[in-house]
């Protein structure tokens, strides 16, 4: 059974960056994407960015040209460079699992953007 757990949250100036982990542990077969979402207080839960695979990326209109989600296959990781950061990108960030079976969830890392 596959296990998502992200890090790399916390607290960064308007402007900063940080970069998030997901890594997953266990039996990765039939994993066809990692998605990232996030979820701010309020607010439906959204989706952010994903990545196939195949390696193929996706973002999401507020967040294209600043974020970049990339892969390391080998340390079974998945990473979403986040830069020029603003306060409306806080929220908990969770790491997603897209399988042929259940949808896998970590269990969320904070991000806070402010001054």
């Known amino acids: 059974q596959v296990q998502l757990v992200e890090s790399g949250g916390g607290l960064v100036q308007p402007g900063g960056s940080l970069r998030l982990s997901c890594v997953s542990s266990?039996?990765?077969?039939?994993?066809?994407?990692i998605r990232w979402y996030r979820q701010a207080p309020g607010k439906q839960r959204e989706l952010v960015a994903s990545?196939?695979?195949?390696?193929?990326?996706n973002y999401a209109d507020s967040v294209q040209g600043r974020f970049t989600i990339s892969r390391e296959t080998a340390k079974n990781t998945v990473y979403l460079q986040m830069n020029s950061l603003k306060p409306e990108d806080t929220a908990v960030y969770y790491c997603?699992?897209?399988?042929?079976?259940?949808?896998?969830w970590g269990q969320g890392t904070q991000v806070t953007v402010s001054s």
């Open positions: 990545i196939t695979s195949s390696g193929v990326a």
């Open positions: 997603n699992a897209a399988t042929l079976g259940p949808s896998i």
């Open positions: 266990g039996s990765a077969r039939g994993i066809y994407a």
